[in-house]
């Protein structure tokens, strides 16, 4: 007979009834773990290292992509390739060539790293940048691209990118099966930049007595006097660009301001777009929630400027702003004076201008164009926080054109005749 303690054993039904239990509340449970795997919710301690693993497997890697570039004089035309390369994967990394590679290659930059470096970072389109980038893409820099950055693709314009020895500069990466190709924006280069303001230096030392109408319209309207295929001088356009709206809405954010929103208004001609320009831009959107750039024609730009500006055209201006991370919208063909009906109509809160501009005695001017936002309390003069404007640009670039017609000189007398000294590419310089 069984003692007091004893158990009795269970029945087979009772059986029967605790393994359906089980059953069904493992069942329950693994569902569960299943639903979180699913939903991508922690599974806790108990899942082990092999859940975490299948989670980040799950989830899918960005695509980085790598352009690179000298961005010397940085133009609306640098900015559509980065857009371009930016459309081929989800992130966009960008190698800014350092000087003294730049030196080797091609010649003394105009603008120096850290202005191009300012330039490159406000590009909207751009996600990371790595200064001292190689102008050759070498087998070393390619590793840490990979291992480093994670870079999935490099991708470069379809213009032939050739070293000094004549090999191409993206041969590696092409060999690698890691090169893409994007399409160079026609109807501009830093070539034809330079050449429009070297000819706006050489025609303003020619002498008083010459027909200056000629001049006047030079970059006032894009014109040379230079005769083309049997025309007359006054037809032949010095910019190719030509605006279309598509071009216009692939550089515009698309967006507009909230119903509260403060809005920044600042105007100018952003002539050659340089870090000057972005660092006031810059300042300026931090003062609000929606920065309003307003560009001005190409006549008052002549009229206030001289003849001989602006250098780049209204269009052309306009989309190098429209590029800028910190503007949101422009107006094209801004009116010199801001009037009271244009701040109710774009409904401004602040009118700004910085300390550093090539004309600022526009307060000692009767016709002071900031008159009426001045008179309504809404004015600010912000410090500019770098001392760079068009001017200071093309200064740059009559140095070192003299400085490259010097070594040329230099170069012709040391080279004996019939020589085969290489000689600097004259375009490279740029």
């Excluded at 009118?351 to 164009?369: L, M, S």
Aim: neutral net charge; contains cysteine.
């Amino acid at each position: 007979m069984a003692g007091p303690d004893a158990v009795s054993a269970p029945e087979p039904q009772s059986k029967a009834r605790v393994l359906a239990a089980l059953l069904v509340g493992g069942a329950v449970v693994g569902a569960s773990l299943l639903g979180l795997y699913l939903t991508g919710a922690p599974l806790g301690i108990g899942a082990g290292l092999g859940g975490c693993r299948r989670r980040r497997r799950g989830k899918k890697r960005p695509v980085r992509v790598y352009m690179d570039g000298c961005f010397d004089m940085m133009h609306y035309g640098h900015c559509n390739a980065l857009r371009q390369a930016r459309a081929l994967g989800d992130q966009l990394v960008v190698g800014v060539v350092s000087d003294a590679e730049i030196v080797v290659n091609k010649g003394p930059p105009v603008t120096p790293l850290n202005e191009r470096m300012i330039m490159v970072n406000a590009v909207k389109w751009v996600d990371e940048v790595i200064p001292d980038a190689p102008y050759a893409i070498t087998e070393e820099f390619m590793k840490k691209l990979f291992d480093e950055y994670h870079i999935d693709y490099i991708i470069h314009g379809d213009d032939p990118c050739v070293l000094p020895d004549g090999t191409d500069a993206y041969a590696l990466a092409k060999k690698a099966g890691k090169y893409k190709q994007i399409k160079r924006t026609e109807g501009v280069s830093s070539t034809d930049i330079v050449g429009r303001m070297l000819l706006c230096v050489r025609e303003r030392t020619i002498s008083d007595t010459q027909n200056h109408s000629t001049l006047q319209r030079q970059f006032s309207h894009g014109r040379s006097p230079k005769v083309e295929d049997g025309g007359s001088g006054a037809g032949t356009r010095i910019s190719h660009f030509l605006p279309t709206s598509r071009r216009i809405v692939q550089f515009s954010n698309g967006i507009s301001p909230g119903p509260d929103a403060r809005i920044i208004y600042i105007d100018g001609a952003f002539d050659l777009f340089h870090a000057g320009h972005v660092e006031i831009l810059r300042v300026a959107r931090a003062l609000g929630d929606f920065l309003l750039v307003g560009i001005h024609t190409d006549q008052t730009v002549s009229a206030k400027r001289g003849a001989h500006r602006p250098i780049m055209n209204l269009h052309e201006r306009s989309l190098s702003v429209l590029a800028c991370r910190y503007v949101d919208e422009v107006i094209i063909g801004a009116p010199w004076e801001v009037s009271r009906d244009m701040i109710t109509t774009f409904d401004i809160s602040l009118v700004v201008h910085g300390t550093i501009a090539e004309n600022n005695d526009f307060q000692k001017d009767e016709g002071n164009p900031y008159a009426v936002p001045i008179s309504m309390g809404i004015f600010k003069v912000l410090e500019s926080p770098l001392d760079i404007t068009t001017t200071t640009i093309i200064r740059r670039i009559v140095a070192n054109h003299e400085a490259f017609q010097v070594l040329e000189t230099t170069r012709s007398e040391d080279c004996h005749p019939g020589c085969s000294m290489d000689q600097p590419n004259k375009s490279n310089l740029h």
